[in-house]
């Protein structure tokens, strides 16, 4: 069984290859075929990507914990899997039916029959990609190295076949491409592996927990689709623009926590299934400390470097981003610990209803605290709804696990290790007295937290899982000088 630390160094390559490849391909795309064909495409995609979400959604935390579960065990991994791909398949015809629907009666979409044809393929594809058995498996070096390959043909294809405006079609073509080559990939690579029994019943078994997931990811997903959208009517688009700039660098930096989370999930599921709760809590243990050691040098220098950041990715106009990234940037602590005992605690447990009661609160909370706050703060005010719905989460979140395991928050470690970089972020802060120019002052203050971590990681705080990889990249001899 690979480790975990291998797991996340393959799950990071292929929630990196994500933006890369969009940094790659997206200025190329924007200016070939301009904004409205752009818009044609994201319209149909947005659209079916809300349904392929419906059929879907639920099975990658279902799927994943089920497969992990049975692993070890060939006959009820054929039934486990059997059971959930009936599942997947009723749930995608659902989402076909109601697609068909929207279709007649959404005159924006019957606008474009050829694109969504071709949508409907990404559909089906995306439900025969199977990826839950894989990641159940934690086969992420299979995994990573099949979405490279894929995506770089993606980015390829487009270089090639995209040239002007009228090729939006032959460009929806290629995305839809990558899940019905991963989808075609996967069931060649896991032939002798996957093995279907026609006479099984279990899929019943599964209906429930898929649905409250997939309620629960709905409620979750508030955040960013509710919010946009309540902030840009109770507004305007400056404040959207304002609120998703500060978003972007956020989202770079959580994906990266998210992809260890992801290889947590089955690893977790298995042990629990094996009765092996010693193992489980140091897991628990082990993650937390993780998190902590990463987040809390992030979120000072981040909010030290946020006007850096800003007039970067966005320029000078978007000042306006400033305070609401400051605002944002604690939420890695608290999203990164709600991670955790969620999908490494309450998922394996499968208190799936407790979950998807929770998160219906937490998205109550996102609706009363965006008419109190988005039409007088704006961007601010969005920043402010989205702490308190994910704070009222991790409230709960801890409410139920107390009950559960006994596992606390490591409050004395957190304190410590914010008095620890408070020197750090006071340097950050008077840098901007020494260096005028932004590019300048953001690499350096990189860099100046960069060193900081690395000195306080290796000779004092020394968390296991961190420490291992500074060795990997430093010499140790170097670091001991």
Known sequence: ?????????????????????????????????????????????????????????????????????AKNNPERLSSTFSGLFIVNLIFTILSLLALGTAYIFIPALSKYPEMVFIGVIKLIFKFLLIEWFFLGLEDFKYISIRSLIIKLIFVIGVFVWVRQPSDYEKYYILLVGIPVAGAIANWEYGRKKIKFIFNNSSWKSYIRPFLYITSYTL????????????????????????????????????????????????????????????????????????????????????????????????GPKFNGSIIPMILIFPLLIITGYN?????????????????????????????????????????????????????????????????????KFPVYDLIKQVIIYIPMGICLWYMGHLINNNYIHFAAGALFTAIYFIIIQYKYIKTPDVNNIIKKIIPVKSLRQ
């Open 219 to 314: 409620c979750v997903n508030m955040y960013n689709s509710f919010n946009v959208m309540f902030l840009g009517i109770a507004t305007n688009e400056t404040e959207v623009g304002y609120y998703t700039t500060a978003l972007k660098m956020f989202a770079v930096i959580i994906a990266s926590y998210y992809a260890f989370t992801g290889v947590a999930l089955p690893r977790m599921s298995a042990l629990l299934s094996e009765k092996n709760i010693d193992e489980f809590i140091k897991l628990i243990h082990r993650t937390t400390n993780t998190l902590i050691a990463l987040s809390i040098p992030i979120i000072i220098s981040g909010i030290c470097l946020a006007p850096q950041i800003i007039f970067i990715i966005g």
């Open 339 to 407: 991670k955790i005992l969620i999908e490494q605690i309450m998922m394996p447990y499968k208190k799936d209803k407790i979950l998807m009661r929770n998160a219906a609160i937490s998205a109550i909370i996102t609706i009363v605290l965006n008419i109190l706050l988005a039409k007088s703060l704006g961007a601010v005010g969005t920043a402010i709804v989205w702490i308190g719905a994910e704070i009222t989460l991790l409230i709960l979140s801890m409410k139920t696990v107390v009950n559960l395991l006994p596992i």
């Open 1 to 69: 069984m690979p480790s975990l630390k291998t797991n996340f160094i393959y799950n990071f390559i292929l929630t990196g290859s994500n933006y890369l490849m969009a940094l790659a391909v997206f200025p190329y795309i924007s200016r070939v075929l301009g904004p409205e064909n752009v818009g044609i495409v994201n319209f149909v995609d947005s659209t079916i990507d809300y349904f392929i979400m419906l059929s879907t959604m639920g099975m990658m935390f279902v799927g994943v914990r089920e497969i992990a579960s």
